[in-house]
């Protein structure tokens, strides 16, 4: 390509419209910057160093002078509720909401944030008027989001799985497993009543929803036994293991009882020690060890107990070694033995709890949804000891 003498008359033209373009854009940022008033910046520069109380002091200053600064409403509305301060979010947010010329955008801003007020205050059935008005809105998302969980501490489990789908609808991802907990819920609601029929077609929809859903599957074998179908019991809490081998431990107790209905005690034992020698479980080896106490004595529970802190070191294996020494102990000796036990007992019932994996709750019972965090299937169905022994 043959060089061009024009070419390089076009260098310094292009130079200079890139000059002139930036004088114009900074002229541009310093005239906007000096029609904001000073108080904004002094907020920023005290939110920037964490000091939250002398931010809304400025920024409230800055509404005083310009009633009209509805951004400024927004920034003082988020801090105050940020700081519990929700009874003055609220006149905020409403302040704005009165305001005929606000823009429509603006008005459905002031609704959403209007609505995170009333549920940071526990005015679930306000927050859920507000949510409902937004569903249509450019917040629409948002909203279901504000409105599944509401239902949710209402425990309001239909009307919970229709705001889930609308929210799959609305492309915002997939809820499969929360409205599989949600049939869960209902479902054992209609256990309680006894109404076993519709509990089984909720549990089926269950399942629909998410095949893997370990829950479902241990209230189905619930339903089959309030019906007196032991046998069919037994075989859907067998098909535990085929969805989650740690979870068998949730259902040991149910599996045992069972067996021992139907007069076939040591098939289960055989079972459960299938199941412990394929994944180690604290309270797995509970139930086996209650079971082999009554059907082939102490020493065979012993050993038992033996071969499993052998593999899993354990405290809260210790503390069943402990109790199954103590069954034959010479009377010299179990004053001794009771005495370590109670001490390793009360160390262990820190350790014997359930962890949250999403926020680290940790509690003495299992739950399917977490108290601290509301998620749902966040507990490992293992104890904490067992669970930092693994890692």
């Known amino acids: 390509m043959e060089f061009e003498f024009w070419m390089l008359l076009g260098i310094p033209l292009f130079f200079s419209l890139g000059w002139i373009a930036a004088r114009v854009d900074i002229r541009q940022l310093v005239s906007e910057s000096r029609t904001l008033p000073r108080g904004y910046f002094k907020g920023l520069n005290f939110l920037l160093n964490e000091q939250p109380d002398k931010a809304i002091d400025a920024f409230i200053e800055i509404v005083k002078l310009d009633p009209e600064t509805a951004d400024m409403h927004f920034a003082l509305g988020n801090l105050f509720r940020r ?30 944030e209007l609505g995170m007020d009333y549920l940071k205050a526990g005015l679930l059935d306000r927050a859920e008027e507000t949510f409902n008005g937004l569903v249509d809105s450019q917040y629409g998302v948002q909203a279901q989001r504000a409105l599944l969980e509401i239902y949710q501490r209402e425990k309001e489990w239909k009307r919970a799985i229709t705001a889930a ?23 054992q609601d209609a256990l309680v009543h006894l109404h076993t029929d519709e509990a089984m077609e909720l549990l089926d929809q269950a399942l629909h929803s998410d095949r893997t859903n370990v ?13 007196g179908d ?70 065979a529970a012993k050993d038992l107990v033996v071969e499993e802190l052998r593999r899993t070191p354990t405290l809260l294996g210790l503390d069943k070694l402990l109790e199954a020494r103590m069954m034959d102990a010479p009377p010299e000796l179990f004053d ?11 160390y262990t019932q820190k350790l014997a709890r359930y962890q949250c994996s999403h926020c680290g709750f940790k509690a003495r019972q299992f739950y ?22 693994m890692n």
Not at 218 to 224: A, F, K, N, P
Not at 336 to 346: A, D, W
Not at 368 to 389: A, F, H, I, K
């Open 336 to 346: 001794e033995l009771s005495m370590v036990k109670n001490l390793v007992h009360g």
């Open 83 to 112: 700081r519990g301060e929700v009874e003055r979010a609220i006149r905020v947010h409403q302040n704005l909401l009165a305001r005929p010329d606000l823009p429509l955008d603006q008005q459905h801003h002031a609704g959403y």
């Open 230 to 299: 032991v046998e069919g019991a037994l075989m859907t809490w067998r098909r535990v293991e085929q969805q989650s081998v740690p979870h068998v431990a949730l259902v040991a107790t149910r599996l045992m009882d069972g067996y021992r209905k139907v007069g076939r005690p040591q098939e289960g034992v055989n079972l459960l020690r299938s199941y412990l020698a394929e994944a180690s479980s604290i309270d797995l080896i509970e139930v086996v060890f209650k079971a082999v106490t009554e059907l082939d004595g102490a020493q």
């Open 215 to 227: 829950r479902a599957t241990i209230l189905i074998g619930d339903v089959q036994l309030a019906k």
């Open 165 to 187: 789908q609308g929210l799959q609808a609305s492309g915002a991802g997939t809820r499969q497993k929360e409205i599989a907990q949600f049939y869960c819920e209902l479902a």
């Open 368 to 389: 399917w949804q977490c108290p601290g965090c509301s998620r749902w299937d966040s507990y490992p169905p293992r104890r904490t000891e067992e669970l930092n022994v």
